[in-house]
């Protein structure tokens, strides 16, 4: 097996451990978003987000410990790994931004509505 074969199976081992957590904790951590959330639809995003993140994580840091071989495989590896890790450090970067914007709103948006629930009177924005 060439280094290159070990190296391939070790990333694809690497993000089915990663999808296999996410189906192991699918159930628990729905329940618990759910409730945290206040909502179905806002725990199953929430999951869904953690989700992705956590299997874009694994293949973006499995991406670092690319092989280092010489002559052409091993430069079109390097050129390979390079591309795939910035594509998958570029979802990751929008999906930090999404969810900070998510969260940003979601407080907003709360504030706004315990706001005008105590205060009928006042409009809201």
């Given at each position: 097996?060439?280094?290159?074969n070990v190296?391939?199976v070790?990333?694809?081992v690497?993000?089915?451990?990663?999808?296999?957590?996410?189906l192991i904790?699918?159930?628990t951590?729905?329940g618990?978003?759910?409730e945290l959330?206040?909502g179905?639809?806002r725990?199953?995003?929430?999951?869904?987000?953690?989700?992705?993140?956590?299997v874009?994580?694994?293949m973006?840091c499995g991406?670092w410990?690319?092989?280092?071989g010489?002559g052409?495989v091993?430069e079109?590896?390097?050129?390979?790994t390079?591309?795939?890790g910035?594509?998958?450090?570029g979802l990751l970067?929008v999906?930090?931004i999404?969810?900070l914007?998510l969260?940003?709103?979601?407080?907003?948006?709360?504030?706004?509505?315990?706001?005008a629930?105590?205060?009928?009177q006042l409009p809201t924005?």
């Amino acid at each position: 097996m060439t280094t290159l074969n070990v190296y391939l199976v070790a990333l694809a081992v690497g993000v089915t451990l990663a999808i296999t957590v996410c189906l192991i904790f699918r159930r628990t951590l729905e329940g618990i978003l759910t409730e945290l959330c206040g909502g179905v639809v806002r725990g199953r995003f929430w999951m869904l987000f953690g989700n992705v993140g956590l299997v874009l994580a694994t293949m973006w840091c499995g991406l670092w410990f690319a092989p280092a071989g010489g002559g052409a495989v091993g430069e079109g590896v390097r050129t390979f790994t390079r591309t795939l890790g910035a594509a998958v450090f570029g979802l990751l970067a929008v999906l930090v931004i999404l969810g900070l914007t998510l969260q940003i709103s979601i407080s907003r948006y709360e504030s706004a509505a315990r706001r005008a629930q105590r205060n009928p009177q006042l409009p809201t924005a």
